[in-house]
């Protein structure tokens, strides 16, 4: 990589880089005492409790943060009894000698630094003075100045890769194993304080946000009482943490738990893309079975104005035409005409109703379960409770499972009685047909069973059948919908 390149990538940043190093010197500085008092305090805490301890631990994260940047999470939320970790009692405990070999290792290279400026210095002020046998001089002052460069260079390393070596232990040491029992949502609002706190999971084939359910989230605009920070994970963006607006003024605390949680929120927010994909295909579902009803509900009225109207209509002209016709075998083949066409008119009426019942659309599901039952060649007892009208969709499923249901026992149960219960309850339609039959109904082995599951289903509902060979058959659907229609 050319130095071009480097300076384009940022690798060559070296105020910065002067600046964490600077930082860096002043932590180890602060860390000799602080771990001084750690070692004089830890077992003063540990008589006095796990709470003792985790305000040690909340101050050495705190430090490491600040001066270093490294983004160690804050603990989760914890019960009162939980006890410290092995672990965090052992990184307070080493505090002092961790602090003390990277101070040691630091040191070296800027005191050589400081030791050849210091004599670059006499030697361009022409004090007068020897470094070993060479006078130090113009001449040696300034290659002396040169050297300082590289040893500059060489305590910068130092000093960063101290830091990211004590940031690393420093993450493993005040790290909590309870944190990953603790709900990602519940965490992040406990970390930072806000209870209001809450997540938007990016999904990329879509370019949108989404809730933990799938459904959309809309990031706050500037400027408003809340506010947003980006979670990437390798370069790619994973979610949102949509928090109060004053946080902004602590962005390392909120870092610190964004980069603490990032695994967890990329889990969750592969589970935010199947809730949404599942979310679409429901409301997929949805959308063709109300497309379904709206069909059946077209066709029946078209049959009803258009070809029944007609029927009707040749009817009273062959009513009219049989008082004008003599004789009698015109007469009979009159009166067999208006026979088929009366049973004409009865088999297109009872398509219709199949297609979808006028009765459902204009009365509601009491009134259409009643003329169904009374239409059955079984005797059916009816316990309807059912207050108020339902979503179509919901009636039409309804309607269609009972009917289903019913034709199955006249057709296929050899049943002498039927019961039809239906009832709803907590946005729950229930409906139960049961009969005294033989039993034995298998829904693989005919498609109307299978294709009412099909429908309850689309609805979010459940269809079970109960058919113990010689012990009749019981059909229970569930059909969540919202409170009844009034």
Known sequence: MTALE???????????????????????????????????????????????????????????????????????????????????????????????????????????????????????????????????????????LLLAIPALMLSVGALEATAALISQVSRRGLSSPAGATVPVREALAEQLGDRTLAIAYWLPERELFVDERGHPVTLPEPGTSKAWT??????????????????QARPELVEAAAAAAVLALDNERLKADLNARLEDLRASRRRIVEATVETRRRLERDLHDGAQQRLVSLSVDLQLLRGRVA??????????????????????????????????????????????????????????????????????????????????????????????????????????????????????????????????AALDGELVIDSPVGNGTRVTARIPSSEAVK
């Open 230 to 247: 980006a979670v990437a994970h390798h370069g790619n963006r994973v979610a949102a943490i949509i928090h109060d607006a004053e946080l």
């Open 6 to 144: 480097l300076r384009a990538s940022g690798e060559l940043a070296i105020p910065r880089r002067l600046v964490d190093a600077v930082r860096t010197l002043v932590f180890l500085l602060v860390s000799l005492a602080v771990g001084i008092g750690d070692l004089l305090l830890l077992p003063i805490a540990a008589i006095a409790g796990p709470a003792a301890v985790r305000r040690m631990l909340e101050c050495e994260r705190g430090l490491v943060n600040r001066l270093l940047c490294a983004r160690v999470p804050a603990p989760p939320p914890l019960a009162p009894d939980t006890t410290i970790t092995g672990q965090q009692v052992a990184f307070l405990a080493g505090k002092l000698p961790i602090s003390l070999g990277a101070a040691i290792l630091c040191a070296l290279p800027t005191a050589l630094f400081v030791e050849l400026v210091a004599h670059s210095i006499d030697g361009l002020t022409g004090t007068g003075s020897y470094l070993g046998p060479w006078l130090l001089g113009p001449v040696v002052g300034f290659v002396l």
């Open 327 to 456: 004789g009698e075998p015109a007469l009979e083949l009159l009166h067999s005409a208006i026979a088929t066409l009366g049973e004409a008119q009865t088999e297109l009426r009872e398509l219709a109703r199949g297609i979808h019942p006028p009765m459902l659309a204009d009365l509601g599901l009491v009134p259409a379960l009643d003329s169904l039952a009374q239409r059955s060649a079984v005797p059916v007892e009816l316990d309807l409770r059912l207050n108020g009208r339902f979503p179509k969709q919901v009636e039409t499923a309804g309607y269609f499972v009972v009917a289903e249901a019913l034709t199955n026992v006249v057709k296929y149960a050899c049943a002498t009685h039927a019961r039809l219960t239906a009832s709803n309850s907590g946005g729950v339609l229930w409906l139960e047909v049961g009969d005294d039959g033989v039993g034995g109904a298998d829904p693989a082995n005919g498609s109307g069973l299978r294709g009412l599951s099909d429908r309850v």
